[in-house]
T-cell receptor, first 110, second 116 residues
């Protein structure tokens, strides 16, 4: 069955450093990969979407890549801040249905 | 319009009782989705509406679950004869067709269900 995997459950980094999160997909080829932020007790909030024919996309301090050869997306938070502490979810889709990974919880230490 | 609204935010119910949740999507959005999320996991797809038509139901959605979207506006998710395994966060999301290639889905804050 199609699967989205986020390798790390947790990532702890020092303020100012770059956080890099990995998302791998197996048994299917999503046309889109999306990244969401989720705070405790809240719903996911959309951050970025990248299409399979795009290699990289940026939004402020966020950068996402899509490598169809490696079947992988990388999500970077540059110049990280304590306010970036949250769980980040990767999701893939071809049409309307999103398949989510389990998420990576990022903690940024001041 | 302030986004996707879900009510109630929290629900505690006894096993065997019926519960109903409501979702009010963004008014211009024609697509509405229900997802379920348990602790430490990502959201799992339950069902999807395009306008008032329910187009797909996940195998996760047993016959105790039913969802409606009358008139293509708000949606309700009902769980009959609740079981402890139904305890989870139930998330609603909405989107608009033409935005799909550029924007993600807008999620509500969810309804946290606890079955005791």
């Amino acid at each position: 069955s199609q699967k989205i995997e986020q390798n790390s459950e947790a990532l702890n980094i020092q303020e100012g450093k770059t956080a890099t999160l990995t998302c791998n997909y197996t048994n299917y080829s999503p046309a889109y990969l999306q990244w969401y932020r989720q705070d405790p007790g809240r719903g996911p909030v959309f951050l970025l979407l990248i299409r399979e024919n795009e290699k990289e996309k940026r939004k402020e301090r966020l950068k996402v890549t899509f490598d169809t050869t490696l079947k992988q997306s990388l999500f970077h938070i540059t110049a990280s801040q304590p306010a970036d502490s949250a769980t980040y979810l990767c999701a893939g889709n071809n049409d309307y249905k999103l398949s989510f990974g389990a998420g990576t919880t990022v903690t940024v230490r001041a | 319009d302030t986004g996707v609204s879900q009510n109630p935010r929290h629900k505690i119910t006894k096993r065997g009782q019926n519960v109903t949740f409501r979702c009010d999507p963004i008014s211009e959005h024609n697509r509405l989705y229900w997802y379920r999320q348990t602790l430490g996991q990502g959201p799992e797809f339950l069902t999807y509406f395009q306008n008032e038509a329910q187009l797909e139901k996940s195998r996760l959605l047993s016959d105790r679950f039913s969802a409606e979207r009358p008139k293509g506006s708000f949606s309700t998710l009902e769980i009959q004869r609740t079981e402890q395994g139904d305890s989870a966060m139930y998330l609603c999301a909405s989107s608009f067709d033409r935005d799909r290639a550029n924007y993600g889905y807008t999620f509500g804050s969810g309804t946290r269900l606890t079955v005791v």
